[in-house]
């Protein structure tokens, strides 16, 4: 079956640190450009970032709101992406989708179950 | 930046036809992407590249894009088709989504 599994949600304190982990399952994932994207409770999908495959050099891209915060790494050894966050507010608070780029539509067509981040105190 | 907007919320009854919009500037020169997600289950794709449908999508959705304006057309709409959508498109290439549309289907 192709999937994503996210992992790595909690409860964080603000200005804490936590590291979420994408794993496919079904696809060549080493290929694949991976995007993150969130979504507060009751609220609207936001895009968070992305990181390409190894042919794109492993390029990232951020959103406004986590840029600088925010790191994507990927090792394509263990099949998975990485969201670092850092600096998490209150405002970051939401479950985490990871997503398949799917290049040949330009489309998000794999998406996994999401991992939920409260930051609060 | 770019911005999609869609309607809150879009009401149909059961076997009529259900549209739902998408605003943006020069819309039409970009390609435009439907995601569908459920009371608590994640976004699924339903159309991609303006008109066109995944595997597994049934017949009844379908797509437009001309001018500043998307459509998701849902005909002969069911209750399984009540769900959140969403539209997204690219700004060169950074992904931009639309604030979602709520269909009751009542």
């Known amino acids: 079956e192709v999937q994503l599994v996210e992992s790595g949600g909690g409860l964080v304190q603000p200005g804490g640190s936590l590291k979420l982990s994408c794993t496919p399952s079904g696809f060549t994932f080493s290929d694949s450009t991976i995007y993150w994207v969130r979504q507060a409770s009751g609220k609207g999908l936001e895009w968070v970032g992305r990181?390409?495959?190894?042919?794109?050099?492993?390029?990232?891209a951020y959103g406004a709101s986590v840029k600088g915060r925010f790191t994507i790494s990927r090792d394509d050894s263990k099949n998975t992406a990485y969201l670092q966050m850092n600096s998490l507010k209150s405002d970051d608070t939401a479950l985490y989708y990871c997503?398949?780029?799917?290049?040949?539509?330009?489309?998000?067509?794999?998406w996994g179950q999401g991992t939920m981040v409260t930051v609060s105190s | 930046s770019y911005e999609l907007t869609q309607p809150p919320s879009v009401s149909v009854s059961p076997g009529q036809t259900a549209s739902i919009t998408c605003s943006g500037d020069?819309?039409?020169?970009?390609?435009t992407y439907w995601y569908q997600q459920k009371p608590g289950q994640s976004p699924v794709l339903v159309i991609y590249q303006d008109n066109k449908r995944p595997s597994g999508i049934p017949e009844r959705f379908s797509g437009s894009n001309s001018g500043n304006t998307a459509t998701l057309t849902i005909s002969a709409t069911q209750s399984t088709d009540e769900a959140d959508y969403y539209c997204?498109?690219?700004?060169?290439?950074?992904?931009?989504f639309g604030g979602g549309t709520k269909l009751t289907v009542l």
């Open positions: 020069k819309l039409g020169d970009k390609y």
């Open positions: 990181i390409g495959s190894k042919t794109n050099n492993y390029a990232t």
């Open positions: 997204q498109a690219w700004d060169t290439t950074t992904v931009v």
């Open positions: 997503s398949r780029l799917w290049a040949n539509w330009n489309a998000f067509d794999i």
